[in-house]
């Protein structure tokens, strides 16, 4: 079955640039999309389509795509931005969703 | 406001039922693609099941086919999971999740898309003896 790869953890000082990878064969022929999971909350969606955030989300989140990593930038990190972020894309087929395992974002 | 809430969770035998109902509001119900989406007890994200905006086409995750059964009721603004033959590994918080793909056209070919833009927080089954 098809897999994306998410560091289990990043760590980052306020105000600092945090970037969470993820991993998989299929990124260079799938959009990639972001969502942040804050505890007790429901996720939220960053960004979609590799690179495009949705109306509501601060310009300090960014995506990004190279052949089979997809990057999440996040820019003058707040310890607001504490959470869980996970990956997701279609597999091969484009017929069902796949997360990445989650990166617990721990700010300093 | 835009929302879905989930509601239905409880605690369940291995191999018994559950019915979970997602109401959703503040948007055109049957515009939309629904799904679940599951999460284990500090575990990640997993799609369980989608149905499209009239009901006509549904899909399932391997480890859910033939045990559970997606629906929804438009005039009801509703979508639901009927979960049978419930096993440990089904306890998770079950979240409802709006649903958008599609194909877009580009130079090089055809690129799926495939996301959840709206989520509800969840209701909880627990699958225990």
Redesign the interface.
């Known amino acids: 079955s098809y897999e994306l790869t998410q560091p289990p953890s990043v760590s980052v000082s306020p105000g600092q640039t945090a970037r969470i990878t993820c991993s998989g064969d299929a990124l260079p022929?799938?959009?990639a999309?972001w969502?942040q999971q804050k505890p007790?909350?429901?996720?939220?969606?960053l960004i979609?389509?590799d690179s495009e955030r949705?109306s509501g989300i601060p310009e300090r989140f960014s995506g990004s795509s190279s052949g089979t990593t997809v990057t999440l930038t996040i820019s003058g990190v707040q310890a607001q931005d504490e959470a869980d972020y996970?990956c997701?894309?279609?597999d091969s087929s484009?017929?069902?969703?796949?997360?990445?395992?989650?990166t617990q974002l721990t700010v300093l | 406001e835009v929302q879905l809430v989930e509601s239905g969770g409880g605690v369940v035998r291995p191999g018994g039922s559950l019915r979970l109902s997602c109401a959703a509001s503040g948007f055109t119900f049957d515009d939309y693609d629904m799904s679940w989406v599951r999460q284990a007890p500090g575990k990640g994200l997993e799609w369980v099941s989608d149905i499209n905006w009239n009901g006509d086409s549904t899909g399932y995750a391997d480890s859910v086919k033939g045990r559970f059964t997606i629906s929804r009721d438009n005039a009801n603004n509703s979508l639901y999971l009927q979960m049978n033959s419930l096993r440990a590994e089904d306890t998770a918080l079950y979240h409802c999740a709006r649903l958008r793909r599609g194909k877009e056209d580009h130079s090089f070919g055809y690129v799926p898309y495939w996301y959840f833009d709206l989520w509800g927080r969840g209701t909880l089954v627990t699958v225990s003896s």
Do not use: D, E
Request: overall charge positive; aromatic content about 22%.
């Open positions: 022929r799938q959009y999309y969502y007790g909350q429901a996720p939220v969606l979609y389509k949705p996970y997701q894309s279609a484009g017929t069902h969703g796949v997360f990445g395992g989650g």
